[in-house]
C-alpha cells in the first residue's frame, strides 16, 4: 500500500514540475512577444514621427516661400511670371467664365481615336459610373469633356453659401470622408464599402483632394461629377490644398501639366477658379461642424458665411493689402541677423509669430483694422489649424501657418453657436481617425498608405440623427496584407530614415558647426546629449534625437558620438566639380524650392529656361531668404552645365546633381 502511495506521489510531482516548466515556458514566450512588440511599436511610431515632423518643416517652408513668390511679383522684371502659368495672353489659354458647354464643343475637337468616357450635359448616375470605370482602368478624360465639367462645377459651386446646412431627418446617416491626397483607391473602396453617393447615402468630403498621390485630377472628376449629379447630397469643402501655389509644390500642377499637354493651363486656370468657390464648412443638424483644419479663439462662424470666399485664390498669397500692411510693419521691428546654426531662420519674418494665424503683426500695432486682413486670417486659420491637449491658442509654429487650438477655445466656440461636435481632417492619423477634447473634437483622415506602403489606416465617419459617429477604417494594399508585421514596420522605418538622412545632409555645414561648439578639443567626438542637442538646433524637428542616435551615427566605446559618421553612407548625387561644398549644399538644400520657382518660369513648358533667367531667379531667391553665396559661384557653375552651349539650361538635369544619393543603398543595387 505504501508503495501505491509512493508511485502515485512521485507520479504527481513529475506532472507538477511539468506543468510549472510549460506556464514559465509561456511567460517567458510572452514577455518575448510583449517585448517584441513594444520595439516594433516603437519602431513604427518614431519613423511616423520623423515623416510628420518633415511634412510639416516642408509646408512651413512652402508659407516661407510664398513671401518669395510675392517679391516675385511685385518686384520681378516680369511681374506676370506666376501667373502666366494660369493664365496666358494669348486666347487658347484663356477660359472665359461665359464660355457655354457648346463653343467648348466647337473649340476643342474630340477624335474618333479616344475610346474614354464621352460626357453630355446634364450629368447622369450612367455617365458617373463610366467615369469610375475607365479610371479604373487607368483611363483619361478628353480635355474637352473635363473643361466642360468644370465650368459647370464653378457654376453650381458659386450658387452655394460660404458654410453649408445639412439634415440628417432626410437620410438615415451621413458619411464624412477625409483627405484623400490624390489616392484613387482610397475613394474607389469607400464608394465600395460604402455605396455611391445618392439622395439615400449622402457624403460631406472634407478638403485636400488633391496634391501627393497620382490621380487628384480623377478624384476631382467623380466628386465633381456627383456634385453635378447630387447637388444636394454630396458636399465639398475646402482644403489646404485646394490652393494653386500649394499645388506648385506638392505635385497637382505637374501631373495636371503631364495628363492634359495641350490644355492643362486652361484646366488649371477653371481649377484655380473653382477652388476658391469651395465652401469653407458644413454644419449638420446645427449642432456637427465640419471644416478642414480647426479654429482659432478668434473664429467667427457668421462673418465666415458672409465674406466673399472666392476673393482669395491663394493662402499663400494674401490680399496686397495685407502684404502692405506686413512692409509697414517690417519697417517698424527692428530685424538681427539669424544664428546660421538654426536651420529655419533665414527666412525673412518666420521669428515674428505673434497672432495665433502666424501672421507677423506685433501685439499693440497702431495700424488701423483691414478687412481684408481679418478675411484672410479668419480662412487661414480654419483650414491651417490642429488641436491640442493643452488650454489655449498659439501660434502652429510646425506648420507655419493656423494656430494650435485647446479645450478651452473649443468650448467657447461651442458655446457660442450651441454646437456639440467639431469634425476635422487635415492631420495623418496612423489608425485613420483620433478623438480629442473629452469627444468633442474628431480628426477624420482618409489616403490610407499615406507616407509608405503600410504606414497607416485610413478611415470614414458615419454620422446617425442621434450624431453618434460610427468609425469605418480601411487599408488599401494587397501587398500589406501579405506581409507580416515585422516586415512592413521595416519598410516604413526604412524610409523614414532615407528622408532623414537626406535632410540631415543638406543641412551638413551648419551641423558641423554645431557639433564643434560642444567638441571644444576636437576630437571628433561629444556626448549623446550633446549630439541630440546640436541636432534639434539645427533641424528643429522636434525628434526622439537619443532614441534615433543608433540609426543615424556611431558611438565609440566610451559613450561618446563620432558626430562626422552622421554624413558616412551620404553624398551629392552626380558630383560636380565646379560646385564649392557651400553652393551645393545651399542647392541641394532648397532643391524643391527651385523647383517651383523654375517651373513658374518656364512658360512653355519645355523644361529649359535661359542662363540669364536663371542667375535672375538665383539672385532674388538668394537675397530674399538671406543666402551668402557668391554670384560667380553659381554663374560659372551654369555655364559648364551648358552643355551645347546654346544659352539654356535643362533645369530639372541641373538640379538632379543636387540630390542626396545612399552609398549603402546604392551598392546594394549595383
Excluded at 187 to 206: A, C, Q, R, T
Excluded at 275 to 282: D, E, I, N
Excluded at 357 to 379: C, H, M, R, V, Y
Excluded at 418 to 439: A, T
Amino acid at each position: 500500500m505504501g508503495s501505491i502511495v509512493g508511485t502515485m506521489g512521485c507520479s504527481s510531482s513529475v506532472a507538477d514540475r511539468r506543468s510549472e516548466n510549460v506556464i514559465r515556458a509561456a511567460i517567458l514566450i510572452q514577455k518575448w512577444y510583449r517585448l517584441t512588440m513594444a520595439r516594433l511599436e516603437m519602431r513604427r511610431r518614431y519613423s511616423l514621427s520623423i515623416f510628420q515632423s518633415i511634412e510639416y518643416a516642408d509646408e512651413q517652408d512652402q508659407l516661407q516661400l510664398s513671401n518669395f513668390f510675392t517679391f516675385m511679383l511685385d518686384h520681378c522684371t516680369h511681374p506676370d511670371a506666376v501667373s502666366q502659368i494660369f493664365t496666358s495672353p494669348s486666347a487658347p489659354q484663356v477660359v472665359d467664365e461665359d464660355l457655354s458647354l457648346k463653343e467648348f464643343e466647337k473649340k476643342i475637337d474630340v477624335p474618333d481615336s479616344y475610346y474614354g468616357p464621352r460626357l453630355s450635359f446634364p450629368l447622369t448616375v450612367e455617365d458617373a459610373n463610366a467615369l469610375l470605370h475607365a479610371f479604373r482602368n487607368e483611363q483619361l478624360l478628353h480635355a474637352r469633356y473635363v473643361l466642360q465639367l468644370l465650368s459647370e462645377t464653378r457654376r453650381v459651386l458659386k450658387e452655394m453659401p460660404n458654410i453649408t446646412h445639412l439634415s440628417t431627418s432626410y437620410s438615415k446617416e451621413i458619411t464624412v470622408c477625409g483627405d484623400l491626397h490624390g489616392n484613387l483607391d482610397d475613394l474607389l473602396l469607400i464608394f465600395y464599402k460604402n455605396g455611391l453617393p445618392s439622395e439615400k447615402n449622402p457624403y460631406v468630403f472634407n478638403g485636400d483632394f488633391v496634391d501627393r498621390g497620382k490621380n487628384s485630377m480623377e478624384i476631382l472628376i467623380i466628386l465633381f461629377a456627383f456634385l453635378l449629379i447630387y447637388p444636394n447630397d454630396l458636399h465639398l469643402n475646402r482644403g489646404n490644398h485646394e490652393d494653386y501655389i500649394m499645388n506648385l509644390r506638392y505635385g497637382f500642377t505637374k501631373e495636371v501639366s503631364k495628363k492634359y499637354k495641350d490644355h492643362w493651363k486652361q484646366i488649371l486656370s477653371l481649377l484655380r477658379d473653382v477652388f476658391s468657390w469651395l465652401p469653407l464648412a458644413t454644419i449638420i443638424d446645427s449642432k456637427v461642424l465640419i471644416l478642414h483644419g480647426g479654429i482659432s479663439d478668434t473664429t467667427d462662424l457668421d462673418f465666415l458665411n458672409a465674406l466673399e470666399r472666392n476673393k482669395l485664390k491663394s493662402l499663400m498669397r494674401p490680399p496686397k493689402s495685407v502684404r502692405n500692411r506686413q512692409d509697414q510693419v517690417k519697417t517698424r521691428i527692428p530685424t538681427t541677423k539669424p544664428s546660421k546654426h538654426i536651420a529655419k531662420q533665414h527666412v525673412a519674418g518666420k521669428t515674428q509669430h505673434i497672432s495665433s494665424s502666424g501672421f507677423t503683426e506685433p501685439s499693440g500695432s497702431n495700424l488701423p483694422p483691414d478687412p481684408a486682413l481679418k478675411e484672410w486670417k479668419q480662412i487661414l486659420d480654419i483650414l491651417w489649424s490642429d488641436p491640442r491637449s493643452q488650454n489655449g491658442c498659439t501660434p502652429n509654429k510646425c506648420r507655419g501657418g493656423g494656430c494650435y487650438f485647446g479645450p478651452d477655445v473649443t468650448a467657447k466656440l461651442f458655446e457660442r453657436y450651441n454646437l456639440k461636435m467639431l469634425i476635422r481632417s487635415h492631420e495623418f492619423k496612423p489608425e485613420g481617425y483620433e478623438i480629442s477634447h473629452d469627444g468633442k473634437v474628431i480628426t477624420i483622415f482618409s489616403a490610407s498608405n499615406y507616407y509608405e506602403e503600410g504606414s497607416n489606416r485610413g478611415a470614414y465617419i458615419k454620422l446617425n440623427p442621434e450624431l453618434t459617429p460610427r468609425f469605418v477604417q480601411y487599408q488599401v494594399s494587397k501587398l500589406t496584407r501579405r506581409r507580416n508585421l515585422q516586415e512592413r514596420v521595416g519598410t516604413i522605418e526604412s524610409s523614414a530614415l532615407k528622408s532623414l538622412r537626406e535632410k540631415i545632409y543638406a543641412h551638413r555645414s551648419e551641423l558641423i558647426s554645431a557639433f564643434a561648439q560642444y567638441d571644444l578639443n576636437g576630437t571628433g567626438r561629444i556626448s549623446v546629449n550633446d549630439w541630440a542637442a546640436a541636432m534639434e538646433s539645427v533641424l528643429q524637428l522636434e525628434l526622439p534625437w537619443r532614441m534615433l542616435r543608433s540609426q543615424l551615427a556611431q558611438m565609440n566605446p566610451d559613450g561618446e558620438v563620432d558626430f562626422m559618421s552622421c554624413f558616412y553612407d551620404l553624398k551629392m548625387g552626380q558630383p560636380i566639380k565646379e560646385a564649392q561644398p557651400a553652393l551645393a549644399e545651399t542647392l541641394c538644400r532648397y532643391r524643391k524650392d527651385l523647383e517651383i520657382i523654375f517651373n513658374i518660369i518656364d512658360k512653355d513648358h519645355s523644361g529649359l529656361i535661359s542662363l540669364e533667367e536663371f542667375s535672375q531667379t538665383w539672385r532674388l531667391f538668394t537675397s530674399h531668404l538671406g543666402i551668402d553665396i557668391q554670384d560667380d559661384s553659381i554663374d560659372k557653375l551654369v555655364l559648364t552645365i551648358d552643355y551645347n552651349k546654346d544659352g539654356h539650361i535643362d533645369f530639372n538635369e541641373f538640379l538632379e546633381a543636387f540630390h542626396v544619393v545612399h552609398r549603402l543603398e546604392k551598392k546594394a543595387t549595383s
